[in-house]
């Protein structure tokens, strides 16, 4: 496991009983690089969407936890937000929640000189998904793809 992986793993354990004490859903924990500076952002979301406030109390709460821990060898800016109307899909939860609607995929390489697809999600396996696109069905490996999302027009 990787640094980043360890980090991530760690504050998702710190972080799960959080979100599940004010009745949130724990999306997303990622430890990131931009512009030579770390980041740790962790993405809540609850029905109805998330509000400023709840991602303070949880900022907070991680926080101080954060501090007790101490785990995390860099300094980093701690995150914590919405997982906005781009959401990835990427634990089997969030596959379920998307069967039967329209989603996004791009895939690392060309399939039939093609990168983006985008198609109604049918199944899914902890390996690979389907999806379907004007009757015909598409079937994707995980590993292959760059990002899986949620489609939304405006």
């Known amino acids: 496991m990787t640094r980043r992986e360890t980090y991530e793993a760690k504050t998702e354990e710190l972080l799960q009983p959080l979100v599940d004490a004010h009745g949130f859903e724990l999306v997303d924990v990622e ?4 512009a030579g500076n770390w980041y740790l952002r962790a993405y809540i979301d609850k029905p109805g969407g998330i509000a400023v406030d709840d991602c303070e109390v949880i900022s907070r709460a991680l926080s101080d936890k954060l501090d007790e821990e101490d785990y995390i060898e860099d300094s980093y800016i701690l995150e914590v937000s919405s997982p906005g109307l781009g959401r990835p899909l990427k634990k089997d939860k969030d596959f379920q929640r998307s069967i039967g ?30 999806i379907v696109i004007e009757d015909n069905e598409m079937t994707f490996q995980r590993s292959e793809t760059a990002l899986v999302r949620l489609a939304f027009d405006f």
């Open 31 to 34: 430890y990131v690089k931009e």
């Open 101 to 130: 609607k329209e989603i996004e995929v791009r895939t690392f390489r060309a399939i039939d000189k093609q990168k983006e697809f985008t198609g109604i999600l049918k199944e899914f396996n902890k390996d690979s998904f389907t």
